[in-house]
Nanobody, 119 residues
Framework: QVQLAESGGGSVQPGGSLRLSCAVSRGKFSVDTLGWYRQAPGKQRELVAKIGSGGITQYADFVKGRFTINGYGAANTADLQMNSLKPEDTAVYYC?????????????WGQGTQVTVSS
């Protein structure tokens, strides 16, 4: 069974930094992409950043230059370093994993972690 364990998050003042971590449980499957999405109250869930098994990254325009995603290959982990945080970054952040085994492809989500940016 695929499980995602998230850590990090919390409250920080504008301009501050936080680091989120996501670890995917071990199993007889391959992780294709690991990523972070966020959902603010009243808004749809949106992509923040993701990384593929080959190390290719993708970022939302609103975080380019501020956030960095690092994936750790065989360790099946992905960290999101968030710098220069803004109040509009306040949201619940969700880890996302696209995995496959054989011809089965599935997407899994973490439980979410709150990030609050406020003075």
């Amino acid at each position: 069974q695929v499980q995602l364990a998230e850590s990090g998050g919390g409250s920080v003042q504008p301009g501050g930094s936080l680091r989120l971590s996501c670890a995917v449980s071990r199993g007889k499957f391959s992780v294709d992409t690991l990523g972070w999405y966020r959902q603010a109250p009243g808004k749809q869930r949106e992509l923040v950043a993701k990384i593929g098994s080959g190390g290719i990254t993708q970022y939302a325009d609103f975080v380019k230059g501020r956030f960095t995603i690092n994936g750790y290959g065989a360790a099946n982990t992905a960290d999101l370093q968030m710098n220069s945080l803004k109040p509009e970054d306040t949201a619940v952040y969700y880890c996302n994993a696209d995995v496959h085994w054989g011809k089965e492809y599935r997407t899994y989500w973490g439980q979410g972690t709150q990030v609050t940016v406020s003075s």
